[in-house]
């Protein structure tokens, strides 16, 4: 079982920034692909973001060029650093995390919620 602990969420206006982190409570972070994922009030969750252990990333399109996912495997911690917010960002983000060689398992974070509002 692996715990993940988001940290980072909060209020800013539109076009500031924030950055989430994602601790893993696991001794074999680097055989796990991270993600982030958002769920917006009455929508489905949707994947944001997510990094491969050599350093291979994907990006949704609603957030390629303002959102920068990275993660330090020395530290079991997957960052999420997000510029130029807007309204439509706010959202629950949600770290997971996905067994390289087994996708079925899957682990997931509680949320931490971030919104963009003037």
């Known amino acids: 079982q692996v715990q993940l602990v988001e940290s980072g969420g909060g209020l800013v206006q539109p076009g500031g920034s924030l950055t989430l982190s994602c601790v893993a409570s696991?001794?074999?972070?680097?055989?796990?692909?991270m993600g982030w994922f958002r769920q917006a009030p009455e929508k489905q969750r949707e994947l944001v973001a997510s990094?491969?252990?050599?350093?291979?990333?994907y990006y949704a399109d609603s957030v390629k060029g303002r959102f920068t996912i990275s993660r330090d495997n020395a530290k079991n911690t997957v960052y999420l650093q997000m510029n130029s917010l807007r309204a439509e960002d706010t959202a629950i983000y949600y770290c997971?995390?996905?067994?390289?060689?087994?996708?079925?398992?899957?682990?997931w974070g509680q949320g931490t919620h971030v919104t963009v509002s003037a």
């Open positions: 997971n995390a996905v067994l390289v060689f087994a996708p079925s398992v899957t682990f």
């Open positions: 696991t001794n074999t972070f680097s055989r796990y692909t």
């Open positions: 990094i491969t252990n050599g350093g291979s990333t």
